[in-house]
């Protein structure tokens, strides 16, 4: 993870061949080949999020996929599938024991749709503990250019080509849950990284859809460096900075934060961002991650988000790892 933001120069341009699998450093047992994809309907509807690593050496992947709706976290974590029963063919995918998922670009850095099908776990909720049946399937299309973001303290470890790069999407689709089937018009956020991958550090990142604009930002910590990037339009992108005064309380005690306020600057920008969380936040276990099993906070959740000069509130996501990062808890006044 990139102290400092987005590059802003890359050693190559991402080509369509990046949407696929790249050359793997044998030597290397962290190697991983990420697709990461978020959704927030902009109706209030659905939220949902999904990723999955191949990690060529390890001979396994592992998985998150989540849907909030109603209230509820449904999710699911697999961390030991089989890289032999990966399709890596076009983008990736998966069928096998009642769980199927795909990405596949179409057209490669211009859109893709996105399935998933399987028992996701009710984490939270008046049914919490039970499965329930949830279907995804979305349509995809780049409302900007990729964004190169480097893979940080993991750049020059390994003699083998890393990279990173994110993308805002709009969405479209269906989200079914218990058969019921609920439309989707959602802002959406997508990266795709190859390359070691070190879990243990700190770092915080979300983004914000807001419609016409989305906004993207990523630090080790708030406050301290960090930046982003706003799509506005079809405008192109402005790269962004964090200014010193921005700030996240981060709740360790509750596992979750408490809340968060960014001042991001840019050439014409000058955007405070006032984050709120809606939803308990959603924890991993990290622990397979790494050679020797280590466990430390890692999580994730909806915000609702303020930021000036946008019409109205929005809606965002916050995720962190608190690797060595644990402070105080946050002390909550009594309702």
Wanted: overall charge negative; some cysteine.
């Amino acid at each position: 993870m990139s102290d400092q933001g987005p590059e802003t120069r890359e050693a190559r341009p991402f080509v369509a061949a990046d949407e696929q699998v790249h050359q793997v450093d044998p030597d290397d047992w962290t190697w991983n080949e990420s697709w990461f994809f978020s959704w927030i309907d902009l109706d209030g509807g659905p939220a949902g999020f999904f990723r999955v690593g191949l990690l060529p050496n390890q001979r396994r992947a592992m998985l998150w996929s989540f849907v909030h709706i109603d209230g509820r976290w449904l999710g699911i974590e697999e961390s030991r599938l089989s890289l032999d029963d990966v399709d890596q063919a076009d983008g990736v995918a998966y069928d096998r024991w009642g769980l199927r998922f795909a990405w596949l670009p179409d057209p490669p850095l211009e859109g893709a749709r996105f399935r998933f099908g399987g028992s996701l776990l009710e984490r939270s909720g008046t049914g919490s503990g039970a499965y329930v049946p949830v279907e995804v399937d979305l349509r995809c299309r780049a409302t900007s250019q990729v964004v190169g973001t480097g893979t940080g303290d993991d750049d020059n470890r390994s003699p083998f080509e890393a990279r990173r790069f994110e993308q805002t999407v709009d969405v479209e689709g269906t989200v079914t849950v218990a058969g019921t089937e609920h439309t989707v018009r959602a802002g959406g956020q997508r990266d795709r990284s190859w390359g070691p991958r070190e879990w243990r550090l700190q770092f915080t990142l979300g983004d914000v859809q807001g419609g016409d604009r989305q906004l993207y930002f990523v630090g080790r910590s708030f406050p301290g460096p960090g930046g982003g990037f706003l799509r506005t339009g079809d405008g192109a992108v402005e790269h962004l900075v964090a200014v010193e005064d921005s700030f996240i309380q981060y709740d360790d005690a509750g596992h979750t934060f408490a809340t968060g306020r960014l001042h991001l600057k840019g050439a014409t920008s000058d955007l405070e961002v006032d984050l709120t969380p809606i939803a308990p936040a959603v924890t991993f276990d990290m622990a397979h991650t790494c050679p020797a099993p280590e466990h430390w906070l890692y999580y994730r959740t909806l915000v609702d988000v303020e930021v000036s000069g946008w019409d109205g509130p929005s809606r965002g996501w916050l995720e962190t790892s608190r690797y060595d990062g644990a402070g105080p808890p946050v002390t909550r006044e009594p309702k």
